[in-house]
């Protein structure tokens, strides 16, 4: 008997327990950190956990419903965690929906040799912060932070409806920052070679360097905006994909209302696609069914600039009358894209007069999801100018995202090693009066 | 209430693995390492409502172990297990255990500091005024809906959200020199998500009270408070959509002490956590804190304490060391770092000893509590009512008296903390508002919120006035390296700060 068995059958067994959902993921890691140049002190020593995390969703014989949360010790305590999910019984049928067997298409997400860096070479993963040291000397930072980890999971949902899914993943992530100002950060279901992580570091250390030079300062007006994949990702995530859950859109605290999604409305321009494929092969954020036990597959969300559907779990599902859909996981399963031209970086490059390519972001948390408008600083930006990266500006920026992704002006352009695009558009900047780094 | 050395047993749930506790102190000693031992228990409660609806109510009960042992040369390494049974603690021990002997052997960092704390023994249980079971979780679930539908009453343009939560966080620590720590974090927090939208025009604002228990939602006085604040909340919303936007600019300003706590909190108490000084405005190359450089006007001082009833509440760190008031900035001088156990030696500062932890599987790390701004001799508002009846008015009206508002020179007040963000290295930050006023000679005029950005060390040398008393309950959450914890502060009702070029006002 697994400790899920013992679960099951300890709720199953509940006299008012009509129906049930578990959900449980059972996880163990290895992980290490250097911050402030120290590998491994007493903040970021050699970490391992192994942990169980879950939920529960279980409908009573009354018909209400009660939620609750597991982990590795919750069988010993079952009979007091019932007890006051009973007590927190509640209305909401939509949510009541518990299903059978279903057909998941599964996809390796499983690496071995993950597996044995936990189990058997954790020492492995401080060569990877070996490597991160001679990066960070080679491109002059002096202070180094950074983490590497990996980790095994096993994800579990059980219904009372007979459906019985298990999913076996491992994750590998490394990140790092540079100085405290610039750093980035990747994740793969295997460990990825040293040559890789050379590369990326390299990347960003193209970056760092110029942000030594000095770039323009005490401007402020219309200027062409660009927005490194990571920092584009985190607006779209904000504004596109926080605007498109299904509470939000039912509750109508979202940007776009449910006549909009009816409509097909045209929300971005014509040429832009906002999908979800939880299904690439070993892809780090790929699942093969979601926390509720429905089977992951590809979903447009927005299709050439048009609002296709929402983001449903199986309640707001069934209360808009519609499917439920795969959500994201994390920015490697969300596929933003044009059907224009895309250049790289490289070839974008000597086309520009005067931009500010901004590779930080400050503020993002405290702006207005559903208004569309940004105001946000830069404090880690490159001043470009006639096809060359002149050097380090702070820049504010603000405009309409919903605007820019309409706009004929904006352009989305491929960087190496990014998953996501970058984003050219044009907004008013500010760059500050001040000259040094 | 801090009973060092008592052998009181008040009753906390993971008293039962005290033996437990014993027993991994013997098999750390037999293996000749030191252990921190933390055991942590979280029970939650939470009933959401949106728009007159039971949206959820959700409970939780988790527990765990942290071990964090140290070799003799303080090399040192962390395991945690959800498993509370001897078996998978030994586990949990001996891969502890093993992997610091490799951090040893690989040279990694060493720490010898935790062998030079005095041991103590303590229990801190604060007062609630109502047990986690005072109420079921029906009778919660009709106070929140009866709140919400307030919230929803005072205005029909209106969408609301209310949520209320219950913590009853139980902590023990147990060290290798005999000390044994235990407390209870109790927390309790209602917040009001209101909306207001128009054509396309869609504002939102939020407003929250915390406390310990369930005072905030059954006692008339503070359900007065949490009223009083969504009303505010809910006539803004609705004002915005007629507001125009700003110009951008320095300006003189006015912020309310939620926005103060965010200046605290975000700019300056983040750059004083003593782990990260090497990448800090506030330290040096050496990681040592600049203890006695002046950053601020003289008047004003930096306090972080924790404090009992609060939400960010604290007595001891989860290395079992008394948490101590920081005087961070002493009459504008650096004085204190937020320093813990094992970053005070290196920060040249003393201990605070400023560590938390969100969880037991995850190392502490030095963090705020409730962090405040003093100014002294603060200035005097015209009405003398509480906070939540205090108007953009009585602030402009103040600034007249104090001769702060003058002919052809705007003020602009910021109000409500809408979250925020810094960078400790370079000590930049940016903070929203939910609304922004124009307090001029001739009167007030409500604008769009913008985001006040700038530099830390700027904004803090701009301070120039207080207005009013302390108020210190604005709360939030904290997230560092992974993992969130709850905080607080505030400050004077009012800060006054000059206009200065480093610090900014986003909008049109």
């Given at each position: 008997?697994?400790?899920?068995?013992?679960?099951?059958?300890?709720?199953?067994?509940?006299?008012?327990?009509?129906?049930?959902?578990?959900?449980?993921?059972?996880?163990?890691?290895?992980?290490?950190?250097?911050?402030?140049?120290?590998?491994?002190?007493?903040?970021?020593?050699?970490?391992?956990?192994?942990?169980?995390?879950?939920?529960?969703?279980?409908?009573?014989?009354?018909?209400?419903?009660?939620?609750?949360?597991?982990?590795?010790?919750?069988?010993?305590?079952?009979?007091?965690?019932?007890?006051?999910?009973?007590?927190?019984?509640?209305?909401?049928?939509?949510?009541?929906?518990?299903?059978?067997?279903?057909?998941?298409?599964?996809?390796?997400?499983?690496?071995?040799?993950?597996?044995?860096?936990?189990?058997?070479?954790?020492?492995?993963?401080?060569?990877?912060?070996?490597?991160?040291?001679q990066q960070a000397r080679r491109i002059g930072s002096t202070i180094l932070s950074g983490s590497v980890g990996a980790s095994i999971s096993r994800r579990m949902v059980r219904t009372s409806r007979g459906l019985n899914l298990v999913e076996d993943t491992t994750s590998f992530g490394y990140s790092y920052y540079f100085d405290g100002i610039l750093g980035d950060?990747?994740?793969?279901?295997?460990?990825?070679?040293?040559?890789?992580?050379?590369?990326?570091?390299?990347?960003?250390?193209?970056?760092?360097?110029?942000?030594?030079?000095?770039?323009?300062s005490g401007m402020s007006g219309q200027l062409q905006l660009i927005l490194h994949p990571n920092v584009a990702y985190q607006l779209v995530d904000f504004f596109i994909l926080g605007n498109l859950q299904g509470s939000l859109v039912y509750h109508g605290q979202s940007a776009f209302s449910r006549a909009a999604f009816q409509e097909g409305q045209r929300v971005l321009r014509e040429d832009l696609t906002l999908a979800v494929d939880p299904l690439v092969q070993m892809g780090p954020g790929s699942y093969a069914f979601t926390g509720e036990g429905v089977p992951a597959a590809p979903a447009t969300y927005i299709g050439r600039g048009r609002l296709e559907q929402p983001i449903l779990d199986l309640k707001y599902a069934r209360k808009m009358g519609l499917p439920p859909s795969s959500p994201p996981s994390n920015a490697y399963t969300v596929n933003f894209f044009s059907q224009r031209h895309m250049p790289d970086?490289?070839?974008?490059?000597?086309?520009?007069?005067?931009?500010?390519?901004?590779?930080?972001?400050?503020?993002?948390?405290?702006?207005?999801?559903?208004?569309?408008?940004?105001?946000?600083?830069?404090?880690?930006?490159?001043?470009?100018?006639?096809?060359?990266?002149?050097?380090?500006?702070?820049?504010?920026?603000?405009?309409?995202?919903?605007?820019?992704?309409?706009?004929?002006?904006?352009?989305?352009?491929?960087?190496a090693g990014q998953h996501s695009p970058g984003l050219s558009m044009q907004a008013h900047v500010t760059l500050e009066q001040r000259d040094e780094v | 209430m801090y009973e060092?050395?008592?052998?009181?047993?008040?009753?906390?749930?993971?008293?039962?693995?005290?033996?437990?506790?014993?027993?991994?102190?013997?098999?750390?000693?037999?293996?000749?390492?030191?252990?921190?031992?933390?055991?942590?228990?979280?029970?939650?409660?939470?009933?959401?409502v949106t728009n007159g609806k039971t949206e959820s109510i959700s409970t939780g009960l988790g527990q765990g172990l942290g071990l964090q042992v140290f070799t003799e040369s303080g090399h040192t390494a962390f395991a945690a297990t959800d498993i509370l049974t001897e078996g998978a603690a030994l586990t949990a021990l001996e891969t502890a255990v093993k992997s610091a002997r490799a951090a040893a052997g690989a040279g990694l960092e060493a720490n010898r500091a935790v062998f030079n704390v005095s041991p103590i023994s303590a229990r801190v249980i604060p007062p609630t005024r109502y047990a986690i079971d005072e109420l079921s979780l029906a009778e919660l679930q009709q106070q929140v809906e009866t709140i919400n539908r307030d919230v929803?009453?005072?205005?029909?343009?209106?969408?609301?959200?209310?949520?209320?939560?219950?913590e009853r966080e139980e902590w023990h620590i147990v060290r290798s020199d005999g000390a044994s720590v235990a407390y209870l974090l109790p927390r309790c927090y209602c917040y009001n998500v209101v909306t207001a939208r128009r054509d396309e025009q869609v504002h939102t604002v939020s407003s929250s009270l915390s406390g310990s228990s369930y005072e905030v939602v059954l006692d008339a006085e503070r359900r007065a408070v949490l009223l009083g604040r969504a009303r505010r909340a809910a006539d803004l919303a609705v004002a915005l959509l007629d507001a125009p936007d700003y110009p951008a600019g320095s300006y003189d300003l006015v912020l309310d002490y939620a926005l103060a706590k965010g200046l605290a909190h975000e700019a300056f108490g983040h750059a004083a956590e003593a782990d990260g000084l090497r990448s800090s405005i506030l330290g040096d190359d050496q990681g040592r804190f600049r203890t006695g450089a002046v950053v601020a006007a003289p008047i004003v001082s930096i306090i972080d304490e924790s404090i009992e009833g609060d939400h960010a509440y604290q007595p001891f760190s989860p290395n079992g060391v008394p948490r101590t008031r920081a005087t961070i900035i002493d009459h504008g001088v650096l004085r204190e770092a937020l320093a813990d156990v094992f970053s005070a030696d290196a920060a040249g500062v003393r201990v605070i000893d400023a560590a938390r932890a969100q969880s037991y599987a995850r190392p502490a790390?030095?963090?705020?509590?409730?962090?405040?701004?003093?100014?002294?001799?603060?200035?005097?508002?015209?009405?003398?009512?509480?906070?939540?009846?205090?108007?953009?008015?009585?602030?402009?009206?103040?600034?007249?008296?104090?001769?702060?508002?003058?002919?052809?020179?705007?003020?602009?007040?910021?109000?409500?903390?809408?979250?925020?963000?810094?960078?400790?290295?370079r000590g930049d930050f940016v903070f929203n508002c939910a609304a922004l006023y124009e307090l001029t000679t001739e009167g007030v005029r409500l604008f769009q919120p913008a985001i006040f950005s700038g530099r830390t060390l700027a904004?803090?040398?701009?301070?120039?006035?207080?207005?009013?008393?302390?108020?210190?309950?604005?709360?939030?959450?904290?997230g560092k390296m992974g993992q969130s914890v709850p905080s607080s502060g505030g400050s004077h009702f009012f800060l006054f700060l000059e206009a200065n070029p480093q610090v900014v006002i986003g909008g049109r």
């Amino acid at each position: 008997m697994s400790y899920l068995d013992d679960l099951q059958a300890a709720i199953a067994a509940h006299p008012d327990v009509a129906d049930y959902r578990i959900t449980l993921n059972e996880r163990r890691g290895v992980s290490i950190g250097i911050k402030d140049n120290q590998v491994g002190n007493v903040y970021n020593p050699f970490t391992f956990s192994a942990v169980t995390s879950g939920s529960f969703l279980i409908q009573w014989r009354d018909g209400r419903l009660s939620r609750g949360s597991l982990d590795g010790s919750s069988l010993e305590q079952i009979g007091p965690i019932l007890e006051v999910a009973r007590q927190a019984a509640y209305e909401d049928p939509d949510a009541a929906v518990f299903l059978g067997p279903q057909r998941v298409t599964t996809v390796p997400l499983f690496s071995t040799e993950t597996a044995s860096l936990i189990d058997e070479r954790p020492g492995d993963l401080l060569h990877v912060i070996e490597l991160l040291q001679q990066q960070a000397r080679r491109i002059g930072s002096t202070i180094l932070s950074g983490s590497v980890g990996a980790s095994i999971s096993r994800r579990m949902v059980r219904t009372s409806r007979g459906l019985n899914l298990v999913e076996d993943t491992t994750s590998f992530g490394y990140s790092y920052y540079f100085d405290g100002i610039l750093g980035d950060g990747f994740l793969s279901r295997a460990p990825v070679s040293l040559e890789e992580i050379e590369q990326q570091t390299q990347r960003t250390g193209a970056f760092f360097a110029a942000l030594k030079r000095p770039g323009r300062s005490g401007m402020s007006g219309q200027l062409q905006l660009i927005l490194h994949p990571n920092v584009a990702y985190q607006l779209v995530d904000f504004f596109i994909l926080g605007n498109l859950q299904g509470s939000l859109v039912y509750h109508g605290q979202s940007a776009f209302s449910r006549a909009a999604f009816q409509e097909g409305q045209r929300v971005l321009r014509e040429d832009l696609t906002l999908a979800v494929d939880p299904l690439v092969q070993m892809g780090p954020g790929s699942y093969a069914f979601t926390g509720e036990g429905v089977p992951a597959a590809p979903a447009t969300y927005i299709g050439r600039g048009r609002l296709e559907q929402p983001i449903l779990d199986l309640k707001y599902a069934r209360k808009m009358g519609l499917p439920p859909s795969s959500p994201p996981s994390n920015a490697y399963t969300v596929n933003f894209f044009s059907q224009r031209h895309m250049p790289d970086w490289e070839e974008f490059l000597p086309q520009i007069d005067e931009a500010i390519l901004v590779l930080s972001l400050l503020g993002l948390n405290t702006q207005e999801r559903s208004s569309g408008m940004f105001s946000l600083t830069g404090p880690q930006a490159l001043y470009i100018r006639d096809g060359a990266v002149i050097g380090h500006s702070k820049a504010t920026f603000r405009g309409s995202f919903f605007e820019a992704l309409r706009s004929e002006e904006l352009q989305l352009i491929r960087f190496a090693g990014q998953h996501s695009p970058g984003l050219s558009m044009q907004a008013h900047v500010t760059l500050e009066q001040r000259d040094e780094v | 209430m801090y009973e060092e050395g008592s052998n009181q047993m008040s009753n906390l749930h993971i008293d039962i693995y005290a033996g437990l506790l014993d027993r991994l102190l013997q098999k750390a000693a037999a293996a000749r390492v030191y252990l921190i031992a933390r055991l942590q228990r979280a029970e939650v409660r939470s009933v959401t409502v949106t728009n007159g609806k039971t949206e959820s109510i959700s409970t939780g009960l988790g527990q765990g172990l942290g071990l964090q042992v140290f070799t003799e040369s303080g090399h040192t390494a962390f395991a945690a297990t959800d498993i509370l049974t001897e078996g998978a603690a030994l586990t949990a021990l001996e891969t502890a255990v093993k992997s610091a002997r490799a951090a040893a052997g690989a040279g990694l960092e060493a720490n010898r500091a935790v062998f030079n704390v005095s041991p103590i023994s303590a229990r801190v249980i604060p007062p609630t005024r109502y047990a986690i079971d005072e109420l079921s979780l029906a009778e919660l679930q009709q106070q929140v809906e009866t709140i919400n539908r307030d919230v929803l009453a005072l205005n029909s343009e209106l969408k609301a959200r209310t949520s209320c939560t219950i913590e009853r966080e139980e902590w023990h620590i147990v060290r290798s020199d005999g000390a044994s720590v235990a407390y209870l974090l109790p927390r309790c927090y209602c917040y009001n998500v209101v909306t207001a939208r128009r054509d396309e025009q869609v504002h939102t604002v939020s407003s929250s009270l915390s406390g310990s228990s369930y005072e905030v939602v059954l006692d008339a006085e503070r359900r007065a408070v949490l009223l009083g604040r969504a009303r505010r909340a809910a006539d803004l919303a609705v004002a915005l959509l007629d507001a125009p936007d700003y110009p951008a600019g320095s300006y003189d300003l006015v912020l309310d002490y939620a926005l103060a706590k965010g200046l605290a909190h975000e700019a300056f108490g983040h750059a004083a956590e003593a782990d990260g000084l090497r990448s800090s405005i506030l330290g040096d190359d050496q990681g040592r804190f600049r203890t006695g450089a002046v950053v601020a006007a003289p008047i004003v001082s930096i306090i972080d304490e924790s404090i009992e009833g609060d939400h960010a509440y604290q007595p001891f760190s989860p290395n079992g060391v008394p948490r101590t008031r920081a005087t961070i900035i002493d009459h504008g001088v650096l004085r204190e770092a937020l320093a813990d156990v094992f970053s005070a030696d290196a920060a040249g500062v003393r201990v605070i000893d400023a560590a938390r932890a969100q969880s037991y599987a995850r190392p502490a790390v030095p963090r705020m509590t409730n962090i405040r701004i003093e100014v002294d001799d603060p200035l005097p508002l015209p009405r003398a009512v509480p906070f939540e009846e205090q108007t953009p008015e009585d602030v402009r009206q103040a600034l007249l008296t104090a001769g702060l508002l003058r002919e052809g020179r705007p003020v602009i007040y910021l109000s409500g903390y809408k979250g925020g963000q810094v960078n400790p290295a370079r000590g930049d930050f940016v903070f929203n508002c939910a609304a922004l006023y124009e307090l001029t000679t001739e009167g007030v005029r409500l604008f769009q919120p913008a985001i006040f950005s700038g530099r830390t060390l700027a904004a803090l040398k701009a301070i120039k006035a207080g207005f009013g008393p302390l108020q210190l309950d604005s709360m939030g959450f904290c997230g560092k390296m992974g993992q969130s914890v709850p905080s607080s502060g505030g400050s004077h009702f009012f800060l006054f700060l000059e206009a200065n070029p480093q610090v900014v006002i986003g909008g049109r």
